[in-house]
C-alpha cells in the first residue's frame, strides 16, 4: 500500500511536471515562434529533369551496294564484330568478269600509246596513201555520176513532152468536144453532157464537173508556162536551169495526171449512175476511160522517172560532199603519219589510258562491294538473309548496333532551352533501382514535336560509363546538371521573400545565444520586431537560393512562422528538415547526399 501510494505520487508529479513544462513550452499566450536557418558556403546545384529511353548510339540496318545472290553469311545474331569484319559474300563472277575486261582494255589503250609513239613503218604509210587515193576516186566517181543523172534527168524531160501535148490535147478532146453520140450536135461539150446526165440522179454531179474544170485549168496553165521553158533549155545548158527544168516537169506531169483523174471520175460517176437503173451509157464513154487510163500510165511512168532523176542528182551531190570529207580526212591522215604523232594524239591516247584505268577502279570498287562489311564495331542485332536469298541494295542483310549506350529523353521548351552539348547529367533507371550511371549531353534536337499543344525537343545523352545490364529501350529518367555554384552563400528557398521586383529575408533583432536557449522544435518567440532585410539573389533549385548580395556566412534568418494552432506533430516534422548545425531546424531541407547543398531536378 506504500509503494501503490508512493507511485501515485510519482505519477502525478510527473505527470504535473510534463503538463506544466506542456505549457511553458506550446501553450502560451498566442505568441507567434520563428524557426530559424545558418546562411551557409557550399554549393548549389541546378538541374532539369526529363524521363525517356536508353538506344544505341549507332544502330545501322547493313545493306549491300550491289544485287545477286548471297553465296555466304559469316555472323549470327548478337555475335561482337569488328569494324570491316565480313559479314555476307554475294556472287562476285559476273564483277571479276568485268574487272578481266577492264584490265584488258587498259592494257589495249597502253600498247595504242605505243604504237602511236613509234614511227609508222612502210606498210602503214602505203595504206594511208592508197586511202587518200580511192577518196579523190570516189569524188570523181561521184562527180560523173551527177553529170549523167542531168543527162538522164534532160532526157526524161523530153521523153515527157514527146507524150504530154498529145495527153493535153486528147484530153481537150475528151473534155470539151462535142461527139454526136453525146448530144454533141448542139453544140454542147462532153463535160456538160457527163454532168447533167449524172445530175439527173447524183446532186454530186455538179461538184465532179467543176473539179475537173479546176485541175484541168491548172494543168493546162503550167503546162503551157514549161512547155516554153522546155524550148528554152537544151540539154547543154547549166545543171542549175536543168535542175529547174526537170523540178519544173516533174510538178506539171502530176498537174495533169490529177486532171486525168479528175475526168475519169466524172465518166465513171455517169456510167455508173445510168447503170445503176438500166440505162445504157453511151458506147463512147467506154472510149473516153479507155484513153483517159492509158494516159494515167503514161503520167504515172514519166512522174516515176523524173523522181528518180531528182533522187539521183541529189544523192550524187551528196557522195561528193562525203567524198570531199574523206579525202580531207585521208589526206589529214596521211599528213601525220609522214609527220609522226603530234602532242594533240599523244593527249588523247593518254586520256583514253584515264579512262580505263578509272574504268578498271570502278570494276574493282564493284567487286569490293560484294563483300558486304560491318560499318563499324558493335553487336550484329538481327541477321536477315541466309545463303541462296537474292540481295540489292534495298535489302537489309543484318542489322548492327554500337555497344555504346545513350539515352534520349524528352523536355519541355522551357528545361530544353537551358540544355547545351557537353552538360553533365546522372541517370537513373526503373529496371535497375540501384544503378546511377553519369553521362553527358551530346545533342539538343533543334525541332520539336507539338503533341496535343504542347511542345517537347529530344535530348541524347551519352553514357560515361557502360553496364551490361543497361539494355536498349529501358525506360530512364536524367537530371541534366544546367549551372553550378560553388563557394556561394545559400539560404532555403522558404527564407527569401518577394515585394515586387525587390527580394528580402528576416532577421531577429535578439542574439545568437537568445535564440539558441529556446527548444527547436517550437521555435522561438522574439520580443523583438523583426529585421526585414533587402538581398539580390542568383541561382536557385527546389531547396535553396543563392545569395549575392545582402547576407554574410553565419548570419541567422527566418525560415519558417509556426502559427500558435500548429501542432506538436508538425513541430516534430518541421524539426526533422532542419539543416544540421544550424539551430532552430526549420524548414529549408536538407542536400542530397550529406556534404553538398544540391537540389534535385524540378
Do not use: C
Not at 533501382?433 to 535530348?459: C, F, H, K, P, R
Not at 521573400?497 to 539558441?516: C, F, H, N, R, W
Amino acid at each position: 500500500m506504500k509503494h501503490k501510494v508512493i507511485s501515485a505520487l510519482a505519477i502525478l508529479a510527473i505527470g504535473g511536471g510534463g503538463y506544466y513544462g506542456y505549457q511553458k513550452v506550446f501553450t502560451n499566450d498566442g505568441a507567434i515562434r520563428y524557426a530559424f536557418a545558418e546562411v551557409q558556403k557550399g554549393t548549389l546545384i541546378v538541374s532539369v529533369s526529363g524521363s525517356g529511353q536508353v538506344s544505341a548510339s549507332n544502330q545501322v540496318d547493313i545493306k549491300p551496294r550491289t544485287s545477286g545472290e548471297i553465296v555466304s553469311v559469316y555472323v549470327t545474331s548478337g555475335q561482337e564484330v569488328a569494324a570491316g569484319q565480313l559479314i555476307v559474300q554475294i556472287d562476285a563472277s559476273d564483277t571479276q568478269r568485268a574487272v578481266r575486261d577492264a584490265e584488258t582494255a587498259l592494257e589495249t589503250a597502253k600498247l595504242e600509246l605505243d604504237k602511236t609513239l613509234e614511227s609508222a613503218d612502210d606498210l602503214t604509210l602505203l595504206q594511208a596513201e592508197n586511202s587518200f587515193t580511192q577518196a579523190k576516186e570516189s569524188k570523181q566517181k561521184a562527180e560523173d555520176n551527177i553529170k549523167k543523172s542531168y543527162e538522164d534527168g534532160f532526157n526524161n524531160v523530153a521523153n515527157a513532152f514527146l507524150a504530154l501535148p498529145g495527153v493535153m490535147a486528147g484530153l481537150q478532146d475528151i473534155l470539151y468536144g462535142s461527139a454526136r453520140e453525146l448530144g454533141g450536135n448542139g453544140g454542147q461539150w462532153n463535160v456538160d453532157y457527163y454532168a447533167s446526165s449524172a445530175g439527173y440522179y447524183n446532186d454530186a454531179a455538179p461538184q465532179f464537173k467543176q473539179d475537173v474544170y479546176d485541175k484541168y485549168q491548172a494543168a493546162r496553165k503550167v503546162y503551157d508556162k514549161n512547155f516554153i521553158d522546155y524550148k528554152a533549155t537544151s540539154r547543154f545548158s547549166d545543171q542549175a536551169t536543168i535542175d529547174a527544168l526537170i523540178i519544173e516537169t516533174y510538178e506539171t506531169v502530176k498537174l495533169i495526171s490529177e486532171a486525168v483523174r479528175s475526168s475519169n471520175n466524172l465518166i465513171q460517176l455517169y456510167q455508173d449512175e445510168l447503170t445503176k437503173r438500166n440505162f445504157k451509157p453511151a458506147a463512147i464513154s467506154d472510149t473516153h476511160l479507155t484513153i483517159l487510163t492509158s494516159y494515167t500510165g503514161t503520167t504515172n511512168n514519166h512522174l516515176v522517172s523524173l523522181l528518180s532523176t531528182q533522187r539521183s542528182i541529189k544523192d550524187s551531190y551528196e557522195a561528193i560532199v562525203s567524198a570531199d570529207r574523206t579525202i580531207k580526212e585521208r589526206e589529214l591522215s596521211l599528213a601525220k603519219i609522214r609527220s609522226g604523232a603530234d602532242d594533240l594524239d599523244i593527249r588523247s591516247r593518254k586520256i583514253t589510258i584515264q579512262q580505263r584505268e578509272d574504268a578498271l577502279a570502278t570494276a574493282r570498287e564493284a567487286l569490293a562491294d560484294t563483300s558486304v562489311r560491318a560499318p563499324f564495331a558493335g553487336v550484329i542485332a538481327k541477321v536477315s538473309a541466309k545463303k541462296g536469298d537474292s540481295t540489292s541494295s534495298a535489302t537489309a542483310v543484318a542489322t548492327i548496333v554500337t555497344k555504346q549506350k545513350i539515352a534520349e529523353v524528352s523536355l519541355n521548351e522551357v528545361d530544353a532551352a537551358k540544355v547545351k552539348s557537353g552538360q553533365k547529367a546522372t541517370l537513373t533507371f526503373d529496371a535497375i533501382s540501384d544503378l546511377t550511371i553519369t553521362g553527358a549531353v551530346a545533342e539538343v534536337d533543334a525541332l520539336g514535336t507539338v503533341s496535343q499543344g504542347v511542345v517537347t525537343y529530344a535530348i541524347k545523352i551519352v553514357f560515361d560509363t557502360q553496364d551490361e545490364r543497361v539494355k536498349t529501350a529501358m525506360s530512364t529518367s536524367a537530371a541534366i546538371v544546367i549551372d553550378a555554384r560553388s563557394d556561394t552563400l545559400l539560404v532555403p528557398n522558404s527564407a527569401v521573400k518577394a515585394q515586387g521586383d525587390m527580394s528580402y529575408v528576416e532577421l531577429p533583432g535578439e542574439t545568437d545565444a537568445s535564440i539558441a536557449s529556446v527548444a527547436s522544435a517550437a521555435g522561438a518567440v522574439l520580443d523583438s520586431p523583426l529585421e526585414r532585410r533587402v538581398v539580390e539573389v542568383g541561382a536557385s533549385n527546389d531547396e535553396f537560393t543563392e545569395v549575392l548580395i545582402g547576407l554574410g556566412e553565419g548570419d541567422r534568418v527566418v525560415s519558417r512562422t509556426i502559427q500558435p494552432s500548429t501542432t506538436q506533430t508538425q513541430i516534430t516534422q518541421s524539426n526533422s528538415l532542419r539543416i544540421p548545425g544550424v539551430t532552430g531546424g526549420g524548414g529549408g531541407g536538407g542536400s542530397r547526399g550529406g556534404g553538398m547543398f544540391t537540389a534535385p531536378a524540378r
